[in-house]
Each structure stands twice: as C-alpha cells, then as structure tokens.
C-alpha cells in the first residue's frame, strides 16, 4: 500500500522564527532566570577562595582547604532561588548566601535550607534515641552588594516576621549582613582580595551598563579586569559563563524601577480595595505592572517580591490574569478587576 496522504490539518505547517532581536530577549530572559546572583557562588564554591571569605568573615587564619566540607543543596530551589554555598569547619556550619536587593525573609529561607541540610547531616543518627544527637552550629551570612545605601553590617531575625511579636521567641534564626559592595566593609575586603576583586568587578559591572548593553559592558570588563588581575583567574577560566552572569545586575535595575512606580502609585493613589486600593488609573497602572511580569515568566511570588505588594494581592491579580494568557491584555484584565 502507498503511504496515506496527510491531511490539511495533519500536515505540519513550519513555523515563523520570531525576529532576531525577540529571539535575544527571550535568550536574555533566560540567562538571567539562570544565572541569578550566581557568579558569587561560581566564585567561592572553589575551595581556596571560600576559605579565605570564611577567614575574612571569622578573622581566622586558617590554611588547609581539606578542613572544608562543602555540602551545599544542588538542585534544591525555594522560591526560585537556590542554596548559595553552605558548608561545615570547626564544627560549625555554615550557610553563606549572595543578594543583590534587600530581602527581609532571608531568616525563613535559611530556615528550610538548613532544615534540609541538617536532614542529610542526621539521616543516619537515632534522634529517638536517649542519648542527645548533636551536630554542627549553624551561622547564617548574607552578602550584600545591591544599590540600596545600607550600613557595612546589620541583623535580621525569623522573629520580626512573627505575626504575633514576642519579646522571648521559642523559635529565632538571626541572619548577619555584610555589605561587600566597593568602599564599605574595609577591613573584610582587605582580608580577603577576591571578595574585593568581585566588588570592584561589579561596581565596573554597573557604571559600564549606564551606556552599553550588556554583552558590551561584560566583554570590556571582563578584558579589563583580567589586564588589571582582578579575578583573573576566574575570569580566565570561565570568561564565557562570567558573560551571561553578568546578566542579572540589569534584571535588578528593571526591579527598581519597577519599585519606584509602586511607590509613587501608592502615594497618589492609595483607598480601601481589594487588590492592592489602587483608584481611577493606578489600577491600571498595577495591572500593567503585574502583567509585564507575567510575560516574562516571573511567578507570584517573585512579582510580589519585586513590587513590594502583597502575595495575595497579586495572586488575586493573576488568578484573573491567566484568562487572558498568553498576550495578558490589560484593559480587559482591569475591566474584570472591577467587576469584583
């Protein structure tokens, strides 16, 4: 028998490749999304350069690298965002973590990272036992190089999100926050040259991305940075990922402007409503906020996070929202917000 002929509506019609310049945002999009916050970890997962940050930060003077073990969570992800560096020496342990914007829950995001390390630290002890099971003393380190003006050191407690405050928690996990970003922290960035290296990469990172875009600004940093041997060897090594990490210092910038809008929509337009009491065209405003990021894939989460707005506000948004997916037209999304 012939082969069967194929139908007009079995025979696959090829499709039409979006233009160059959509195919690079979405390119873009996805390094970002990838590559978030990682060059930091990319850095100090090498052994020889997490020790000397773990000297830095402790003022210590250690040596062999072998008094390291790493046991950070691969492929673990919360809220997008991924276990950074955690490891343990001097029977302590460590869970160190990289944040370009200021993120008060970093308390409760520690918390389940270290729930589930201190699982596979334990999984072959008897906790039933009569005999107490100790382990590592846990420290929780941030490292802040975002460009909101912020002390060189501060604190932040799982107690201050307590929806009921108590001034004797049962439960409390105190995170320290360093800022690493160029000319403050002195004495920790003179302790250790590489996390000085990263800032000054960085802060070349951000003034270069004012005029060039992005592939331009991490290609003549990168060039000029290993002249100069400023993470050189790095940046030797792994010069093709350090491009696309570079990625997300123009990802934050989007997010704080973003910021700056919600902000100015707040104070010109704030009343009772369900979804965020934004009035007349501030709603609109919200909408289209919460639907650009819609577009690029952000989940609720991360919007909420972005906008400084509330999570049930915004899942009340895009619960409505995805009836109009994938384009997000936000007149008819308004429109059925104010029906509510």
Not at 18 to 35: E, N
Not at 89 to 115: A, G, K
Not at 278 to 291: D, R, T
């Amino acid at each position: 028998m012939g082969k069967k002929k194929r139908t007009p509506q079995t025979q696959k019609v090829p499709q039409a490749q979006p233009p160059k310049r959509a195919r690079q945002q979405k390119q873009l999009r996805k390094l970002k999304r990838t590559y978030k916050d990682s060059m930091f970890r990319a850095i100090f997962k090498e052994k020889k350069n997490l020790l000397s940050l773990y000297n830095a930060v402790n003022g210590t003077n250690h040596t062999n690298e072998d008094d390291l073990e790493i046991n950070t969570l691969e492929n673990v992800i919360y809220m997008n965002y991924k276990n950074d560096i955690s490891f343990v020496i001097n029977l302590h342990l460590y869970l160190y973590e990289h944040q370009s914007s200021i993120n008060p829950n970093m308390p409760l995001r520690d918390l389940f990272y270290v729930t589930k390390i201190l699982q596979e630290i334990m999984k072959d002890e008897d906790i039933y036992s009569s005999t107490l099971k100790t382990f590592p003393t846990p420290r929780f380190v941030v490292f802040y190089n975002g460009v909101e003006e912020k002390p060189d050191q501060w604190e932040v407690r799982l107690s201050d999100a307590f929806a009921q405050p108590t001034n004797n928690p049962e439960l409390e996990l105190i995170v320290t926050v360093l800022n690493i970003n160029l000319g403050k922290s002195k004495k920790l960035m003179e302790a250790c040259k590489v996390l000085y290296d990263y800032a000054v990469f960085i802060q070349r990172m951000r003034e270069r991305s004012k005029t060039m875009t992005p592939e331009e600004a991490a290609e003549r940093t990168i060039e000029e940075c290993i002249k100069e041997d400023i993470l050189a060897d790095f940046l030797k090594e792994h010069k093709a990922e350090a491009k696309d990490m570079c990625q997300c210092l123009y990802e934050y910038d989007e997010e704080k402007h973003i910021r700056e809008e919600c902000k100015i929509a707040r104070e010109t337009g704030w009343k009772e409503g369900w979804y965020g009491g934004w009035k007349g065209g501030e709603q609109h405003k919200l909408v289209s906020l919460v639907s650009k990021k819609l577009r690029k894939n952000h989940t609720v989460s991360e919007i909420a996070d972005m906008l400084e707005e509330d999570t049930n506000v915004i899942q009340q948004i895009y619960n409505i929202a995805r009836e109009f997916a994938p384009d997000y037209d936000e007149e008819k999304i308004t429109k059925r917000l104010d029906e509510y």
